[in-house]
Nanobody, 124 residues
Framework: QVQLVESGGGLVQAGGSLRLSCAAS????????MGWFRQAPWKEREFVAA????????NYADSVKGRFTISKVNAKNTVYLQMNGLRPEDTAVYYC?????????????????WGQGTQVTVSS
């Protein structure tokens, strides 16, 4: 089992910034990818960003390119999502997830373990 714990969510005004963190513990994979997804009320969970275990490859949804940055610190088993230029439409519960392998899938079903989520609310 892998445990993922997100933190860093909150309420911010449009144009502001937040940094989300996701700490992983438990079972480890030799090769893995970690992703961030989000889910707004009445909407399906959607891909935000993903990163390989080495940090050498990243992938972003078009809606967040140029505004969000995913990164990780292996020594801390932690992945981050720096969110700048936040918009009201970014309001959602943000989840981190992990999968074995290095393909940066953008569909939720490809990920094996999930965190409990952290709420991000952007006011206009």
């Amino acid at each position: 089992q892998v445990q993922l714990v997100e933190s860093g969510g909150g309420l911010v005004q449009a144009g502001g910034s937040l940094r989300l963190s996701c700490a992983a513990s438990g079972r480890t994979f030799s090769r893995y990818a970690m992703g961030w997804f989000r889910q707004a009320p009445w909407k399906e969970r959607e891909f935000v960003a993903a990163i390989t275990w080495s940090g050498g490859s990243t992938n972003y949804a078009d809606s967040v390119k140029g505004r969000f940055t995913i990164s990780k610190v292996n020594a801390k088993n932690t992945v981050y999502l720096q969110m700048n230029g936040l918009r009201p439409e970014d309001t959602a519960v943000y989840y981190c997830a992990i999968r074995s392998g290095v393909v940066l899938h953008n569909t939720p079903r490809e990920y094996d373990y999930w965190g409990q989520g952290t709420q991000v609310t952007v006011s206009s």
